[in-house]
């Protein structure tokens, strides 16, 4: 059996897509919407799979690194363009190390990525 929860936060930040050759080659922002998910085959002896308390707090030190900045002059996207996809893929990695961390038998299983209402990147572990 699998059991999943998420929790969702939003961020704010600016970011140019280098080599685009359109609107979005220019620095521009966006209100980003994030969802995490965690999974675990039983329940915890509280019954939870991850207590929301603790996605929360994960969540915050994730946003503190991408929340109100300009992405590109980040280090992790230094080379690659932060796109939805790779800002997904940055919260996979940052994440499964904050979950690991915390509780071994949770493990992340998704995070979705909202750049807009109409636009989501999804990356799957």
Known sequence: MKLEVYREVQFS?????RNYHGKCENLHGHNW????FVT???LDETG????????????KDIMDVLDHKDLNSLEEFSVINPTAENIALLILKL??????ARD???KVSRVCVWESDKSCAIVEA
Do not use: G, Y
């Open 33 to 36: 919407r994030v969802r995490l």
């Open 95 to 100: 994440a499964q190390k904050e979950v690991l």
């Open 13 to 17: 930040s600016a970011h140019r897509l």
């Open 104 to 106: 071994k038998e949770v």
């Open 48 to 59: 939870f799979v991850m207590d929301f308390k603790v996605l929360d707090a994960i969540l």
């Open 40 to 42: 675990r085959e039983q």
